[in-house]
């Protein structure tokens, strides 16, 4: 590449700074400039459903880049600085504030953008939304405050918050219209133990149930209308509801789009100076185009984007994955799920440990696993690697993991 090329990087998510030091690392003499909306050093967004709600951590106690942040690889960090539109034609973007800042190639790392529920409208007072550091700092402070929760969905984000609200000792209320928790993550046999976890917790969680209105109560708590013609009060609502891509600014620009940014297995776009990383993206997936809403996606999507925007030529492999903290849960997924698996396989473990197999033939295919982080290690890598498997190993706990990693693929 030529000496001073000039890389420009929208979004300061995981997969923005990934793509931003991937490039300046391809290419020491580019000029990388990474966009961010927010007014502060790139941080980390999973503690915030955690650690962040309970005090137990600031959002600046974990910077994507490290202790010196972005800078110290020399990528230009410009804060504060949300992007309006691209223009392909002259290479070049515009901030809200009307500045053009131009580029030879340009990665587009916009993340995803929460789902809004028009029932629960965000300027509602007690509702909230999580999804940036101002909201959970704002949920925080009434968390705090005690009362009663009512969380919308039983996700991932959602019973994330209510472990965090049930540790602070807030009267907490789980609606799910899904027949079970965590249905697009988890096995029935996994979403039941974790609702029994929560339970235990004090977490009433109702599967099944639909909400028909929200209304403002007389002492100011909210009235939550559900089926039967029950009502729940609460004085703060949290909506997980999951999250769309935010296609917005390709879309805008022209670039093809199909819930989300298309990009080939190089994370390259339509136009072939822009490329595009992480959950605003759909990709070639081994089962056709995919997309993926998680951290670890992000951040090795974004790696590679980076490497190819500034000269690389690397492609892009996964097996992609997914962690969750709850109560004294450690959940954690890795890999592909496939309709019909050969066969689903329970290795047993101690008290509160779960580790379920899911396999393609000889090939493991997916596992899901509670307080099994050792384990599900050597998982990934058997994934990754496909290596054959017997079935009757995996459900022997006695018979080590990681002496399959040894089979002859």
């Given at each position: 590449m030529n000496a001073g090329r000039k890389i420009v990087v929208v979004g300061a998510g995981p997969a923005g700074v990934a793509a931003a030091l991937a490039a300046k690392q391809q290419d020491v003499a580019a000029d990388v400039v990474l966009l961010s909306e927010e007014s502060q050093e790139p941080y980390e967004k999973p503690p915030l459903s955690k650690a962040v709600l309970t005090g137990k951590a600031m959002p600046h106690d974990a910077p994507i880049a490290g202790p010196k942040?972005?800078?110290?690889?020399?990528?230009?960090?410009?804060?504060?600085?949300?992007?309006?539109?691209?223009?392909?034609?002259?290479?070049?973007?515009?901030?809200?504030?009307?500045?053009?800042?131009?580029?030879?190639?340009?990665?587009?790392?916009t993340g995803s953008i929460n789902r809004m529920l028009p029932m629960?409208?965000?300027?509602?007072?007690?509702?909230?939304?999580?999804?940036?550091?101002?909201?959970?700092?704002?949920?925080?402070?009434?968390?705090?405050?005690?009362?009663?929760?009512?969380?919308?969905?039983?996700?991932?984000?959602?019973?994330?918050?209510?472990?965090?609200?049930?540790?602070?000792?807030?009267?907490?209320t789980v609606i799910e219209i899904a027949p079970r928790i965590l249905a697009r993550v988890c096995t029935a046999d996994i979403s039941e133990l974790i609702h029994e976890r929560h339970r235990i917790r004090g977490v009433d969680i109702r599967v099944g149930t639909a909400v028909s209105a929200l209304r403002e109560l007389p002492d100011g708590r909210l009235g939550v209308d559900i089926g039967g013609g029950d009502t729940i009060?609460?004085?703060?609502?949290?909506?997980?509801?999951?999250?769309?891509?935010?296609?917005?600014?390709?879309?805008?620009?022209?670039?093809?789009?199909?819930?989300?940014?298309?990009?080939?297995?190089?994370?390259?776009?339509?136009?072939?100076?822009?490329?595009?990383?992480?959950?605003?993206?759909?990709?070639?997936?081994p089962h056709g185009p995919v997309r993926l809403e998680n951290?670890?996606?992000?951040?090795?999507?974004?790696?590679?984007?980076?490497r190819n925007v500034a000269g690389g030529d690397v492609v892009y492999k996964v097996a992609p994955s997914f962690w969750s903290e709850q109560h004294d849960m450690y959940i954690q997924g890795v890999g592909w799920p496939v309709a019909q698996p050969s066969a689903r396989i329970r290795r047993p473990l101690g008290a509160g440990a779960a580790l379920l197999f899911e396999l393609d033939g000889t090939r493991l295919a997916h596992a899901l696993g509670i307080n099994a982080q050792r384990d599900m290690a050597v998982v990934r890598r058997l994934i990754e690697r496909g290596v054959p498997v017997d079935a009757s190993e995996l459900a022997d706990a006695g018979k080590p993991l990681a002496a399959m990693l040894k089979a002859k693929v």
């Open positions: 942040g972005v800078a110290a690889s020399g990528v230009r960090l410009k804060l504060g600085t949300p992007v309006q539109a691209i223009d392909r034609a002259a290479r070049a973007v515009m901030t809200d504030a009307g500045e053009r800042i131009g580029y030879d190639a340009l990665v587009l790392a629960f409208p965000a300027h509602q007072k007690g509702v909230y939304y999580l999804r940036t550091e101002g909201q959970a700092r704002a949920l925080k402070a009434h968390l705090h405050q005690g009362g009663s929760l009512l969380v919308i969905g039983g996700g991932l984000i959602g019973l994330e918050v209510a472990a965090s609200a049930a540790e602070l000792g807030v009267k907490t009060t609460a004085d703060l609502i949290v909506v997980g509801t999951g999250v769309a891509p935010d296609d917005r600014l390709a879309k805008a620009a022209g670039l093809a789009t199909q819930d989300g940014i298309v990009v080939d297995d190089q994370g390259r776009t339509s136009d072939a100076a822009i490329f595009a990383a992480g959950d605003c993206t759909r990709f070639p997936g951290w670890r996606h992000a951040q090795e999507h974004g790696a590679i984007a980076g």
